[in-house]
T-cell receptor, first 112, second 108 residues
Framework: NAGVTQTPKFQVLKTGQSMTLQCAQDMNHNSMYWYRQDPGMGLRLIYYSASEGTTDKGEVPNGYNVSRLNKREFSLRLESAAPSQTSVYFC???????????FGQGTRLTVV | QKEVEQNSGPLSVPEGAIASLNCTYSDRVSQSFFWYRQYSGKSPELIMSIYSNGDKEDGRFTAQLNKASQYVSLLIRDSQPSDSATYLCAVFGNQFYFGTGTSLTVIP
């Protein structure tokens, strides 16, 4: 039982490049989330999906897009990476929206 | 005003003492409250959830919620060096908000 799995673990991008962060959970959870964590800013919600087929903006959605591919998978896309998007990205899931959320191991992204 | 506020610390306690971590939130309609522990370079790990006023105990951890005062706290009894980490308070109203965390060091 792996829980929440994120790929890749580390990534370096050049400004303007695009990439997709992948997240999959095997806990049969309905809700999934993407956060970024920056020093002094704490965890901030980028997008979330309350259930399969729905997505909603969080606190800091600009520059990102998401896809809830199926119940298990929720991807985060950076269309044109900027240095301000250098951060650690965490995916999380919960059985239902607002309940206990469990986190993946994180993706450390650097945009140069 | 931030949605969730925590004292950033650092908070230092001797081994075996009680560590007290505090959190205030601004949204009165918040429904769910969580404490996470995060070791350096690792992902947040859920410690406790609390949904109604009062105390909730789980082993050495006690979460306390006071919705009237918009205040939630975490007590760690018999603190151990392995408890040294950053503790994150999270609140759910219409979406999740996290505090910036309190750094705790337990001194052997």
């Amino acid at each position: 039982n792996a829980g929440v799995t994120q790929t890749p673990k580390f990534q370096v991008l050049k400004t303007g490049q695009s990439m997709t962060l992948q997240c999959a959970q095997d806990m049969n959870h309905n809700s999934m989330y993407w956060y970024r964590q920056d020093p002094g800013m704490g965890l901030r919600l980028i997008y979330y999906s309350a259930s399969e087929g729905t997505t909603d903006k969080g606190e800091v959605p600009n520059g990102y897009n998401v896809s809830r591919l199926n119940k298990r998978e929720f991807s985060l896309r950076l269309e044109s990476a900027a240095p301000s998007q250098t951060s650690v990205y965490f995916c999380a899931s919960s059985e239902f929206i607002g309940q206990e959320a469990f986190f993946g191991q994180g993706t450390r992204l650097t945009v140069v | 005003q931030k949605e969730v506020e925590q004292n950033s610390g650092p908070l230092s306690v001797p081994e075996g003492a009680i560590a007290s971590l505090n959190c205030t939130y601004s949204d009165r309609v918040s429904q769910s409250f969580f404490w996470y522990r995060q070791y350096s370079g690792k992902s947040p790990e859920l410690i406790m959830s609390i949904y109604s006023n009062g105390d909730k105990e789980d082993g050495r951890f006690t979460a306390q919620l006071n919705k009237a005062s918009q205040y939630v706290s975490l007590l760690i009894r018999d603190s151990q060096p392995s408890d040294s980490a950053t503790y994150l308070c999270a609140v759910f109203g219409n979406q999740f908000y996290f505090g910036t965390g309190t750094s705790l060091t337990v001194i052997p």
